[in-house]
């Protein structure tokens, strides 16, 4: 500053009060720039320079007030700052003042004028008390002047402290993470261990065997129960099967229990339109994955169905559709099924002799044995024609005979007085019969009435001679029938 008296400079601590000048209003987005570096305290630690705030941070500084411009004082060198510490080390640059320059700061001496501060809005360290005013010059504000002080901590000083920064907070995203995958670890081993109780529950072979014998597989039921089928069990095959009636169309498993090694299953199943409640046991026979029990469905038991039949040696025995004639022994059979309905019948072309058909019904899981009616093959109208002209051809050959015992007819005559006769001659009066129901290997043929024979001859020396009337019968059974007919044999 002049003074209008001699047009010289005076030092601060002589002349008058330095202008003030009017407050700067802070730029927020500005930083100061970098004055002269005051020189350095010989007795100070170095100390870095404060880092700059960040202006973004969310922390503002509290407002400060502005220094009094007229407060005099000499600063106290041992002044604390607003954290309550010595500042010290090097004083950053002031930024030049644009009203003062070339003043020189004042000394020990003067007073200290201090001027209004424009405040950093986004400075966090707190107004400091002041310091003993450096030798150096500054080209900040007039002498006195708190903008120094607060800009910068004078020599031998530390850069004042501000609020201490919160603590970083440690991110819980990995413990949350570490949470989830331990707890869905813990759910999926729980989950798992009941997906794999569920796989190896004991009714599932159960609904298994059932499931095949629905779908009409009856091989692949009996694999799982691990039925051994033997050659002779013609209705265990799915051919056989599937010519069954009044199979198993539905079923549901009910109440299991589990006794030491032995598991016991209730179910119902439908056959034809009924329900029937019946059991499965399984045995356990190890574990699956060291946690799970494996369950053997122990092999249901078969029911037997008995046919037998009554017909001629050459006859065909159909069971379900098949041919069982193989398996017959005198005449009857024993054959494994499962639940279902079975037809017996006569197969082949039989023209002369039919049977009525029979069935043999499985219900359930059971061991019985079902008897299915016998067949009883019956002549036809073409059989009974057949066997009544067997049995007429025969009875003519003896009428036709030349002998007086003609072989295996039912009549004959005798020669007590030994003539040597000669033009033997039957007439006969046939006697009617009948061609019986099969039975012992044939279809029986009775008499219903008595016929009668007589022998006309002539004997040497003697003349004509006659036998008189000679009562007969035929009996005899119709065996079977050819290609030329059917075949009587004569029980004579």
Not at 4 to 27: A, F, I, L, R
Not at 423 to 438: A, D, H, L, Q, S
Request: charged residues 15%; negative net charge.
């Amino acid at each position: 500053m002049t003074n209008e008296n001699d047009g010289q400079q005076h030092n601060g601590q002589w002349g008058e009060p330095p202008v003030t000048p009017p407050p700067v209003p802070p730029n927020p987005f500005s930083q100061v720039p970098p004055a002269q570096q005051p020189p350095q305290n010989p007795y100070s630690q170095p100390q870095a320079a404060p880092e700059q705030e960040n202006p973004y941070t969310q922390q503002q500084p509290y407002p400060q007030t502005p220094p009094n411009p007229y407060t005099q004082g000499a600063p106290n060198p041992y002044a604390q700052n607003a954290s309550g510490e010595h500042p010290t080390g090097e004083q950053p640059p002031v930024a030049p003042n644009p009203y003062n320059q070339g003043q020189q700061s004042q000394g020990a001496y003067g007073q200290n004028q201090q001027a209004p501060q424009p405040q950093n809005p986004y400075s966090q360290a707190q107004p400091t008390a002041a310091y003993p005013p450096s030798a150096q010059p500054t080209a900040a504000y007039p002498a006195g002047s708190s903008a120094q002080t607060e800009a910068y901590p004078p020599m031998g000083g530390q850069p004042p402290l501000g609020p201490t920064p919160p603590k970083k907070k440690r991110s819980k995203a990995p413990w949350i993470a570490g949470g989830v995958v331990l707890l869905l670890l813990i759910v999926g081993g729980i989950v798992g261990i009941n997906l794999g109780n569920a796989a190896h529950a004991p009714h599932l072979p159960v609904a298994a065997y059932l499931d095949a014998l629905k779908k009409g597989d009856a091989e692949g039921a009996l694999k799982l129960a691990k039925v051994t089928v033997e050659k002779t069990d013609l209705l265990l095959t799915n051919e056989a099967y599937k010519n069954a009636e009044d199979k198993i169309t539905r079923y549901t498993i009910g109440e299991s229990s589990v006794s030491d090694e032995t598991a016991t299953i209730e179910a119902s199943i439908t056959q034809g339109g009924e329900k029937y409640d019946t059991e499965f046991t399984l045995t356990r026979t190890g574990k699956d994955a060291v946690l799970f029990d494996v369950w053997e469905l122990d092999a249901p038991p078969i029911a037997t169905v008995a046919v037998s039949i009554a017909a001629p040696e050459d006859s065909v025995l159909e069971v379900a559709g098949l041919d069982a004639t193989s398996a017959l022994s005198e005449g009857a059979a024993e054959l494994r099924a499962l639940p279902g309905t079975y037809s017996v019948a006569l197969g082949g072309d039989a023209e002369f002799f039919e049977a009525e058909p029979a069935s043999a019904s499985v219900v359930g899981f059971t061991a019985d044995t079902v008897e299915a009616e016998p067949l009883t093959v019956a002549l036809t109208e073409a059989g009974t024609t057949a066997a009544t002209d067997a049995v007429n051809t025969w009875l003519d050959a003896c009428i036709a005979s030349k002998e007086l015992a003609p072989k295996d007819c039912p009549f004959f005559a005798t020669n007590p007085r030994n003539y040597k006769l000669s033009n033997i001659v039957w007439t006969v009066t046939k006697p009617t019969f009948t061609v019986g129901e099969y039975s012992a290997g044939g279809w029986s043929v009775t008499s219903d009435s008595d016929g009668t024979a007589k022998a006309t001859a002539s004997a040497e020396g003697a003349g004509t001679t006659t036998s008189g009337e000679l009562p007969f019968d035929i009996a005899g059974v119709v065996e079977g029938f050819s290609d030329n007919g059917a075949i009587f044999v004569p029980a004579v």
